[in-house]
């Protein structure tokens, strides 16, 4: 049994197409301006024919390079996403095959909290002695469920993957983590299917969803903070999932952190849901902002709502 679970490699892919504010201009109601300065975004990547298994087995073998791991080396496969190739099997399956993995792979669906569910459970699988290695994906092709032609939510959302490789070692690494759902917010934020075989659109009371995301991040920073005996003094830095930079910059002013500790991505990949957090993680791991040793908050919410934290030592 390892005492904790370390994160000991990165990995992230976006696909090639981008789609600017610009360009949906073009084809719904709203300007460069409006969305920039409503959201921060002002680019979004978006797959062609490129699948969530795809985009996620890419960014996994960057992180098992990082790692210095081979596939056949992983004990479990953990894929966060709202967005599978098929009913079933679980993309993690497929990810297994084309990554060349032989271990158990399941899928977790959480939405934009996809990845911290993933990376929470696997570190679970670490403590208790079942796994040694695990890779935790979020992988995201966001742009199948986005009504192209409402403007309240297709300026909001990206394609993309991100991973890491999480490790047991007797080095401090994941210092404290929770999990939370409430269930009575499902219609604020869901796809507008009724049925397993109909296909659906995102929809969303953006207002509501704005104040509940605020409010629960500040608390839930907080608290990690509190149970952790560290203040916000103590972190190096805030890694949240992409969603709003008013959403970000709200919680980064109520937890008393400077945005200069906040890593930001969402200018160029909008909202990509459960991959956000290990995109924006991996991106400032290799441009060598985050290095080993930092203190990271990790922390997201989405649909359900369901939201969570991972507090870890790099
Ligand atoms: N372009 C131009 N005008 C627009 C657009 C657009 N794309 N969308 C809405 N508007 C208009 C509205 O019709 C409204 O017009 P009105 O005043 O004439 O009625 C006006 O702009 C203001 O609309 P609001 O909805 O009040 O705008 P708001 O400032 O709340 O911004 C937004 C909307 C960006 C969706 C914001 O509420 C938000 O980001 N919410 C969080 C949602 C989110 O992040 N969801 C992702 C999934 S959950 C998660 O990841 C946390």
Not at 67 to 77: E, F, T
Not at 96 to 116: E, R, T
Not at 123 to 129: N, P, V
Not at 174 to 186: A, K, M, W
């Amino acid at each position: 049994m390892s005492k904790f679970a370390r994160i000991i490699g990165t990995g992230s892919y976006l696909p090639p197409g981008i789609v600017s504010n610009d360009d949906l201009s073009k084809t719904i109601n709203t300007s460069d301006e409006w969305i920039t300065t409503r959201t921060g975004i002002k680019q979004r990547h978006k797959v062609d024919k490129e699948t969530t298994c795809d985009l996620a087995e890419i960014a996994s073998k960057n992180a098992l390079d990082m790692a210095g791991i081979d596939a056949k080396d992983l004990d479990l496969i953990i894929l966060a996403t709202t967005t599978p190739d098929k009913i079933f099997p679980a993309t993690a399956t497929m990810l297994q095959n084309a990554i060349g993995a032989s271990c158990p792979a399941f899928d977790i669906q959480s939405v934009c909290a996809g990845f911290i569910f993933a990376l929470t459970t696997a570190e679970q699988y670490i403590k208790t002695g079942m796994a040694k290695n695990v890779l935790v994906v979020g992988s995201e092709t966001m742009s199948r469920i986005v009504d192209w032609k409402d403007r309240s939510t297709a300026i909001l959302f990206g394609d993309g993957a991100g991973a890491v490789v999480l490790s047991g070692s007797e080095e401090t690494g994941i210092l404290h983590s929770s999990l939370f759902s409430d269930g009575s917010y499902v219609s604020s934020l869901q796809v507008n299917n009724n049925y397993i075989n109909e296909t659906g659109f995102i929809e969303m009371s953006g207002n509501e969803v704005f104040k509940i995301a605020v409010s629960r991040l500040s608390s839930l920073a907080e608290e990690t903070l509190k149970k952790a005996n560290m203040s916000s003094d103590d972190l190096d830095w805030m890694v949240p999932h992409q969603a709003n930079i008013r959403i970000i910059s709200a919680v980064a002013k109520r937890i008393k952190t400077p945005m200069s500790k906040v890593i930001v991505t969402l200018e160029n990949q909008g909202n990509t849901s459960a991959a956000s957090i290990p995109l924006a993680l991996d991106t400032a791991i290799r441009d060598g902002r985050i290095k080993k040793g930092d203190n990271l908050l990790m922390e997201g919410i989405g649909g359900g709502f369901s939201w969570g934290g991972v507090l870890a030592q790099l």
